[in-house]
T-cell receptor, first 110, second 112 residues
Framework: GEDVEQSLFLSVREGDSSVINCTYT??????LYWYKQEPGAGLQLLTY?????DMKQDQRLTVLLNKKDKHLSLRIADTQTGDSAIYFC??????????FGAGTRLAVHP | AAGVIQSPRHLIKEKRETATLKCYPI?????VYWYQQGPGQDPQFLIS???????DKGSIPDRFSAQQFSDYHSELNMSSLELGDSALYFC???????????FGPGTRLTVL
């Protein structure tokens, strides 16, 4: 079946790196995504990785994909207070629908 | 850049009433997806349309229906509303040849 799992909470100090982890089950997913959601707001597409890639870097964001273990991670360098939000990883199911994890709440403290 | 537009942004209804949510995709996007996000939960896929035809169906109650019109906008119709329908409803759009889905700001539905 299709299932995406994430740890629910992460707390980091401002300026440190944050690493948010995700495991997925559908090995046929073509793309894997990271979305950011601030309180009461919509879903902001942060980045995505194609399934035949191992790593993708985009400014402060680094996505690592381990297809063997079906493990996806998002690293945020130099984490700022504005990065505080819920981060969802998502895999693509049939007909491109997104299947989300439960979300990781990132808290950044001074 | 143009984004996905959803209306209304907030909606308050009584139990057993009906509601219609509207979604206007990004220009040249031909695929629309609807998701429901309950309080403290992750978004759940409801239904999608490609070129005005239903392409996939998820956990959408029979009380709900949706369609995509000739101008590619979509409407989600919800009848016999229940308290449990209170949620954020997101619409997303994409171009068929690309996989990135861009989300609208959502419609917050409150059923009293």
């Amino acid at each position: 079946g299709e299932d995406v799992e994430q740890s629910l909470f992460l707390s980091v100090r401002e300026g440190d790196s944050s690493v948010i982890n995700c495991t997925y089950t559908d090995s046929s997913s073509t793309y894997l995504y990271w979305y950011k959601q601030e309180p009461g707001a919509g879903l902001q597409l942060l980045t995505y990785i194609f399934s035949n890639m191992d790593m993708k870097q985009d400014q402060r964001l680094t996505v690592l994909l381990n297809k063997k273990d079906k493990h996806l991670s998002l690293r945020i360098a130099d984490t700022q207070t504005g990065d505080s939000a819920i981060y969802f990883c998502a895999e693509t199911g049939g007909y491109n629908k997104l299947i989300f994890g439960a979300g990781t709440r990132l808290a950044v403290h001074p | 850049a143009a984004g996905v537009i959803q209306s209304p942004r907030h909606l308050i209804k009584e139990k057993r009433e009906t509601a219609t949510l509207k979604c206007y995709p990004i220009p040249r996007h031909d695929t629309v997806y609807w998701y429901q996000q309950g309080p403290g939960q992750d978004p759940q896929f409801l239904i999608s349309f490609y070129e005005k035809m239903q392409s996939d169906k998820g956990s959408i109650p029979d009380r709900f229906s949706a369609q995509q019109f000739s101008d590619y906008h979509s409407e989600l119709n919800m009848s016999s509303l229940e308290l449990g329908d209170s949620a954020l409803y997101f619409c997303a759009s994409s171009r068929s040849s690309y996989n990135e889905q861009f989300f609208g700001p959502g419609t917050r539905l409150t059923v009293l």
